[in-house]
C-alpha cells in the first residue's frame, strides 16, 4: 500500500544553518506530494506541493523536488530561521477514488538564536 | 476568506461519555475528512465525504465513532462511549475538486480529552 516514511526528529539547528528533513513514499500510480507544518499551537498549514515528477515546490524559502527515480520528496531551506520552528509533515495524496492523505509521522524542527 | 472552523476547542469529558465535534467546511469545498492527531503519532485518516457520494469510513477505529454531514455542508463526528485512548486532537479538513490539485485545508483541530 502507499505509504510515507520521513526523517524521525527531533531536529535542532542554529539561526541560517541549511536544512533537510528526508521525505521517500511507496504509492502506486502517480500521486501528488505535499508538505504542511505545524507552528505551535496552530493548525496544518499547506507548506508546498507538487503534483508531477520533477517539479519543485517552493514557499517561504523551503523548497521540494518530486523525485520519481529515488521516490523522495525531501524538504530544504538554505537559512533557517527561529520563526521555522516547528513540526514538518511530509503526505502523499493516493490517487485513488478517496483522496485521503496519507501522512508521515512528522519531523519536529527547533531553530536556536 | 473564511477558513475551515471546528468547534470546541478543547473538550474534555469523562470516559464512557457521547462527544459530538463540529466542523464547518470551507463554502463550497465538496469534499470534507475528519483525521485523528494523537501524542507522538502522525495523523490518521477517520472518514471522508465527498458529494452526495457514500462516505469512505474504512479509517474509523470502531463502531463507537460515526459522523455524518448534512447538507454537503456541516460534519459532526460522534464518539460515542469515551475510552481514555479516544483522547487526541481530532481535525477537519475540506478541498474543491476545482483546485484539480485536491489540496486540503485544515481546521484547527478539537483536542479533547477523556478523563
Known amino acids: 500500500g502507499n505509504s510515507v516514511t520521513q526523517m524521525e526528529g527531533p531536529v535542532t539547528l542554529s539561526e541560517e544553518a541549511f536544512l533537510t528533513i528526508n521525505c521517500t513514499y511507496t504509492a502506486t500510480g502517480y500521486p501528488s506530494l505535499f508538505w504542511y507544518v505545524q507552528y505551535p499551537g496552530e493548525g496544518l498549514q499547506l507548506l508546498l506541493k507538487a503534483t508531477k515528477a520533477d517539479d519543485k515546490g517552493s514557499n517561504k524559502g523551503f523548497e521540494a523536488t518530486y523525485r520519481k527515480e529515488t521516490t523522495s520528496f525531501h524538504l530544504e531551506k538554505g537559512s533557517v530561521q527561529v520563526s521555522d520552528s516547528a513540526v514538518y509533515f511530509c503526505?502523499?495524496?493516493?490517487?485513488?477514488?478517496?483522496?485521503?492523505?496519507?501522512w508521515g509521522l512528522g519531523t519536529s524542527l527547533a531553530v536556536n538564536p | 476568506g473564511a477558513g475551515v472552523s471546528q468547534s470546541p476547542s478543547n473538550k474534555v469529558t469523562e470516559k464512557g461519555k457521547d462527544v459530538e465535534l463540529r466542523c464547518d467546511p470551507i463554502?463550497?469545498?465538496?469534499?470534507l475528512y475528519w483525521y485523528r492527531q494523537s501524542l507522538g503519532q502522525g495523523l490518521e485518516f477517520l472518514i471522508y465525504f465527498q458529494g452526495n457520494s457514500a462516505p469512505d469510513k474504512s479509517g474509523l477505529p470502531s463502531d463507537r465513532f460515526s459522523a455524518e454531514r448534512t447538507g454537503g455542508s456541516v460534519s459532526t463526528l460522534t464518539i460515542q462511549r469515551t475510552q481514555q485512548e479516544d483522547s487526541a486532537v481530532y481535525l477537519c479538513?475540506?478541498?474543491?475538486?476545482?483546485?484539480?490539485?485536491?489540496?486540503?485545508?485544515f481546521g484547527p483541530g478539537t483536542r479533547l480529552t477523556v478523563t
Open positions: 463554502s463550497g469545498h465538496t469534499a
Open positions: 479538513a475540506s478541498s474543491s475538486p476545482g483546485s484539480g490539485i485536491y489540496e486540503q485545508y
Open positions: 503526505a502523499l495524496l493516493n490517487a485513488g477514488n478517496n483522496r485521503k492523505l496519507i
